[in-house]
Nanobody, 119 residues
Framework: QVQLVESGGGLVQAGGSLRLSCAASGSILSIGTMGWYRQAPGKQRELVASITSGDSTNYADSVKGRFTISRDNAKRTMYLQMNSLKPEDTAVYYC?????????????WGQGTQVTVSS
């Protein structure tokens, strides 16, 4: 069984910062591409940022220059450093990862962590 657990969400004022973490556990041989998604009330889930196993990164235009994605393969953990937060960043943030467990690779989702940015 594979689990992804997010942490680090919370309430912050506009202009503030938060750091999200996503820890993978379970029967894992390797982790490929990982990503952060978010879903605001009444909106579709959208990609925020992704990072490959080779540390290539990709960002949504709305967060470029403010958010930084990174990963620590030894800890099986991915991070999202969020600076200069805006009220429109308010959403539930989910992590997603492509994980190889010995038989096949599959995509897994975390349960989500709430980020609320007050104006």
């Amino acid at each position: 069984q594979v689990q992804l657990v997010e942490s680090g969400g919370g309430l912050v004022q506009a202009g503030g910062s938060l750091r999200l973490s996503c820890a993978a556990s379970g029967s894992i041989l390797s982790i490929g591409t990982m990503g952060w998604y978010r879903q605001a009330p009444g909106k579709q889930r959208e990609l925020v940022a992704s990072i490959t196993s080779g540390d290539s990164t990709n960002y949504a235009d709305s967060v470029k220059g403010r958010f930084t994605i990174s990963r620590d393969n030894a800890k099986r953990t991915m991070y999202l450093q969020m600076n200069s937060l805006k009220p429109e960043d308010t959403a539930v943030y989910y992590c997603k990862a492509n994980i190889y467990s010995g038989y096949t690779s599959a995509w897994y989702w975390g349960q989500g962590t709430q980020v609320t940015v007050s104006s």
